[in-house]
């Protein structure tokens, strides 16, 4: 578009008229400059860019047409007209000349397209028709969600069948509470890294090595609540194995006991710190992931890559911890920051030796690396496939 | 890897055509199932030399009947022979075979020389015999000013000639080639044909399969239609036309005056019919194609209207294929 | 390079002479038919045709190995050099390397603080003599009037009283009679009284009929030490600075050698690097390129290995002989280098070769076996072997742990390390028994050879024996399957 003070919508009044043109007769002698529109009040903003982002200027407000779809804006809206124009008769039959224009009606809300996004993730989970996850994954997400539950089963085990010391074992506490989260064996050994690196294996990834990118940008969709919609959705799943097994342990704890109120008052403080605690994990570990699934093409390198920074760090630090005494090398570990925060925030004994407010702060330095990392690359991602 | 004697197929006296001596591709009663789904239906064959065209639709079986030659997948029943070699157990015989799949994914990252050099040592060659010839057919293909280009770089007629151009570096008896022609622009298009001559003027046997006829007639007038997986067709195109003559074709004229043209072909014994699709489009509608083209001219002549196309609407694989059907039905 | 064609002319004669080239062969074939032909009918004819025609092949397949095995190993070098992950993957590998020796000079150069055990450093009188001085000399400790005249005994500076008895191990394990009294409170040597009431009245406490000595009580062929059974007052105040040092450099060997190389290089590289050898060709359908060759699939397979195995191997190499001389030149030896290390290192390499290859050929069979799930199957073999590993390290007699890869590679390791460094046991058993057992990570490092208990050359054989028959187990496996994988 060479000027700045170009509005498409005269586009449409000035094919309108032309077309009127054409239907009334061919041979008017009506001069061109008539049908030529007047000059346009010049906008505020570009108003191509105001076309496309919103009415309102550079925000999305679901009131944005569908621009975006047929092109980037040069030179193809002329290719705009009426639909379904009679043509040709034939005898006989009817030939209609298929000519196309935008749709201008009303986008549904932002958040219902986002909706979408979302529902397309995690319905996949359960039915076809939304984004396939293969089996195996399937698989493994609902086994770790119930081993995962071990703890809750083998509490009410222990109460159905009077056996006081499994009750005491597996009953809560604080430290049953911060094992049910950060416990590395073998939750964080195995069960929730797993499922993570095969949940965030082709999330972003996939969709660049398929092209269905594409399908997503040519749309009114603005990248950054993409990426969003793929957090929240990784995030989701992982919630459900973690935050949502965490709820019902202690939920199973307090019912299979039949606990009154001055026990909620008692626990619920660790409970809350043990929830805190999961949802730390749960973002990291998605946010880790997702980064790793932008920067690459295939799903095996994202899944590999985060096995080997959950693990791979924490077997360095094992390494040189143990070697040199050296505890602050826990700092590289994803996972050993959070098992840190955790235990000073559910009020378990330290097993670190530095405090706490440093793996605090390296969790949030991880974090944002992970965060700018993602949306850097969502915002650069090219709409080809690759 | 020692070719297995016993292996060696059976000469059979099906109507099909006589066996010549050690085809180089012989397939007998060769039925290849995907799950549910057929993929060839009991076709049986034997090609030795010359430029052969497989035609058909996609999914006829085109590209599983080339994957059953060179190999690549096990033939549900009958045997499948490659020199007298079973392909599926004993990869010999490829030293004779150049195969072109119709895969468009290659090497980017490396030059088309590279390619080619790194594929023809697989050969047994040195590197720089195998440099040497890959050079060579580089230039065959005409690539010979980008050897040193990367392959990603290239453009689609360029990618498809450097796969032609691998597949030729062994000095192969036997050329297959899948779908060459898909994705060319006409440049490219003509080139890859000119090769395919050539390939079949040197005297090799060529199999070169396509959708489209009008392709395969300019390479060559020998086919082999599949249908749905059944071998519908074999043999020289315009016999097996001359075969299908009592079949109504039409021949399409287009010229300023049809409605005359019209009635001055119509005393004309063959043809049963004219129509006029068009004001300017006159339609003749015969149950004997080469008599009416030998009487065309004389007779537009004689009505002295101007003719500026003639047209066999016909001439299609669809049609083709249709009138093959029809025959079968 | 060839002269340039004319466009429409793309029948060079080069082409036809190459062809020209090539007729003879067949001619000469066809010329000979008539003589192998002999009585036969069709099918005679046919075989002999075949077999003139083929008889090149077999030249070919089987004299031509090597051309095709550089071309298919070149070829994957090639293009592991393409892509960025390899790059990533073995920067990160470097990057783990130079970390744990920056942190291992560090501890080096920091050297641990002395301690007295037996508290004789100490001048409790205030008189300027120690208080193992004036024991010596029959003085009271607690008296600052009652000392040695300062004339004829100067007083000792209290560092001489703190390391003054090291730990004595004459490395032999059938003597069963060790240890020695340097500064004579359990003999008395040296003394001016020998009979002070300071001296222990029963100097052979331990029953062995040796005063003043240590016993051990050990299994003479393993070297495995039972226990440990000191006379009073006999090697009580060892150098912990020397002690700890060496043991934190043998946890270094140990620790490094088996996390480090055989667990995190040995996993990680081959399931970035080799997982994708067959099974990323496959998916991509560029497998057509390399099988429609006169080529068996196996070979195929073990060629990519090859060119696998020619990245790591070196790499892995470089690494080791990196830190075997950084940590050679820094660590306590008596000379310039430590020597003594070098079949520790050697055992290092061997186990990473063999665990490279392993997992190299158990990962990129996986993706042969299935090629849509192979992925899963190794990120979760990933995890066992990680798991395995852990295991292994702090009991290697776990039987499950047989399954594992990384088992063997620790197992191969800790026999080196008992070859190289036959006291590794006595170490670990004086450690204890001097009441540094906590403080050392040799505990967590170090374990002895489990396949054949007691014997350290015999385990390593059947380690490199399981490793090497899991390498060609998967490569069995993987072949017959590659073999009868139809490719669309």
Known sequence: ?386 | ?329 | MIPEQPPDTPMPDALEMQLADARPRFEEAAAQEPAAQAPTGRIGQMQAQAAQALRPLTNTVWSKLDRKATAIAEFTLRQYRTKSSTWVVLGIGLMFVTMVMLFYAEAMATGFDSYDNDGDSEDWDGDGYPTGQERRYGTSPWNADDHPDPETVPPDPASVWINEDPLDFDGDFRNSNQGFDDDGDCTGEGWSDPNSPELPSRNDRNGDGHPCNVYYRMNSTTGMVYSVNGDPNVDEDPDESVFLKEALHRSFLLGFGKVGFTFLLGVFLPLFLATGLVRDEMERGTMHYLLGKPIARAEVLTYRLLGYVTLTWPYVTGLVIITAIVSGLLAPSDGFYRWQDLPLWLGVLVASWMVLLAYGAVFSVCGIISPKYGVFIAIGLGVWEFLMAMVSLADPTFPLTYLSISHWGIEIINCAALLAYPDFIWMIQVAEFHGFGADIALQVFWSPPSAVPGSALASMVVALFVLTLYTVFALFIGQAMFKRRELD
């Open chain 2, 1 to 329: 890897m020692i070719p297995d004697m016993s292996q060696v197929g059976k000469p059979t006296d099906d109507a099909w055509a006589p066996v010549p001596e050690a085809p180089h591709v012989m397939l007998e009663g060769v039925t290849k199932v995907y799950g549910q789904v057929i993929g060839l239906n009991d076709v049986s064959l034997a090609v030795k030399g010359g430029v052969t065209g497989i035609l058909g639709m996609n999914g006829a079986g085109k590209s599983t009947l080339f994957k059953l030659i060179v190999g690549r997948l096990k033939a549900s029943q009958g045997t499948v022979r490659l020199f007298g070699t079973d392909p599926w157990k004993n990869p010999a015989p490829y030293a004779r075979v150049g195969y072109v799949s119709e895969s468009e994914q290659l090497y980017d990252w490396m030059t088309g020389l590279d390619f080619v050099t790194t594929l023809a040592r697989l050969f047994g060659y040195t590197r720089d015999e195998a440099k040497e010839r890959a050079l060579h057919v580089l230039d065959f293909v005409g690539l010979a000013d980008v050897v040193n280009k990367q392959i990603g770089k290239y453009s689609k007629g360029m990618r498809q000639r450097v796969k032609i151009a691998h597949a030729l570096v062994n000095d192969p008896d036997l050329i297959i080639l899948d779908e060459p022609l898909a994705g060319c622009d006409p440049l490219a298009r003509t080139t890859v044909m000119n090769v395919v001559r050539e390939l079949g003027a040197m005297g090799k046997t060529v199999l070169v399969s396509s959708h489209i006829l009008n392709e395969i007639e300019r390479i060559t007038e020998q086919i082999i239609i599949l249908h749905n997986g059944r071998l519908l067709a074999l043999g020289n195109l315009h016999a097996i036309r001359e075969l299908l003559d009592q079949h109504p074709h039409r021949i399409l004229l287009r010229t300023d005056n049809p409605r005359k043209l019209g009635t001055a072909f119509l005393p004309h014994s063959d043809v049963y019919g004219v129509r006029f699709p068009k004001p300017d489009e006159l339609v003749i509608e015969t149950n004997n194609l080469s008599s009416v083209h030998k009487a065309l001219p004389e007779i537009c002549i004689a009505s002295g209207v101007r003719v500026t196309a003639i047209e066999n609407p016909d001439d299609n694989l669809e049609s083709l294929l249709g009138y093959l059907m029809e025959g079968r039905s």
């Open chain 1, 1 to 386: 578009m060479g000027d700045d003070d170009f509005d498409i919508d005269d586009l449409f009044d000035e094919f309108d008229s032309a077309v009127q043109e054409n239907k009334e007769s061919t041979s008017s002698d009506t001069p061109a400059d008539d049908v030529t529109p007047t000059p346009p009040p010049a906008p505020d903003a570009p108003a191509t860019e105001a076309e496309y982002m919103g009415q309102a200027g550079l925000q999305v407000t679901g009131q944005a047409r569908l621009e975006a779809a047929f092109g980037s804006g040069d030179g193809d809206e002329v290719a705009i007209a009426q639909v379904a124009q009679v043509a040709q008769s034939e005898s006989g039959g009817t030939i209609f000349h298929q000519i196309y224009r935008p749709w201008r009606g009303e986008l549904n809300p932002r958040w219902m397209r986002n909706w979408a996004i979302l529902r397309h993730h995690i319905y996949g989970l359960f039915s076809k028709g939304h984004r396939p996850y293969p089996l195996m994954t399937k698989l493994v997400i609902f086994g770790v969600f119930i081993s995962s539950l071990a703890d809750l089963g083998f509490m009410a085990l222990g109460s159905l069948t009077g056996a006081e010391e499994i009750e005491r074992m597996f009953g809560i506490s604080r430290g049953n509470l911060y094992g049910h989260v950060l416990a590395f064996w073998f939750r964080n050994a195995c069960y929730y890294p797993i499922v993570t690196a095969l949940i965030i294996g082709g999330i972003i990834s996939e969709d660049r090595q398929h092209g269905t990118s594409a399908l997503y940008f040519s749309r009114p969709i603005n990248r950054r609540d993409y990426a969003m919609m793929k957090f929240l959705s990784v995030g989701i799943i992982l919630g459900v194995i973690i935050i949502f097994s965490l709820c019902l342990y202690y939920l199973g704890g307090i019912l299979v006991n039949g606990e009154g109120w001055a026990y909620l008052i008692d626990t619920f403080g660790m409970f809350l710190a043990a929830l805190a605690a999961a949802f730390l994990l749960v973002f990291t570990y998605t946010s880790i992931g997702l980064a790793l699934s932008s920067v690459s093409q295939g799903k095996f390198f994202p899944a590999v890559a985060f096995l080997g920074i959950i693990l791979g760090t924490k077997l360095v630090a094992f390494l040189i911890s143990t070697l040199f005494d050296r505890s602050a090398i826990y700092l590289i570990s994803p996972y050993d920051n959070l098992a840190h925060v955790g235990q000073w925030m559910i009020g378990v004994n330290h097993t670190y030796d530095h405090p706490a407010v440093w793996s605090l702060v390296m969790l949030l330095v991880m974090n944002a690396i992970s965060i700018y990392v993602l949306s850097a690359r969502v915002s650069s991602l090219e709409v080809t496939r690759e």
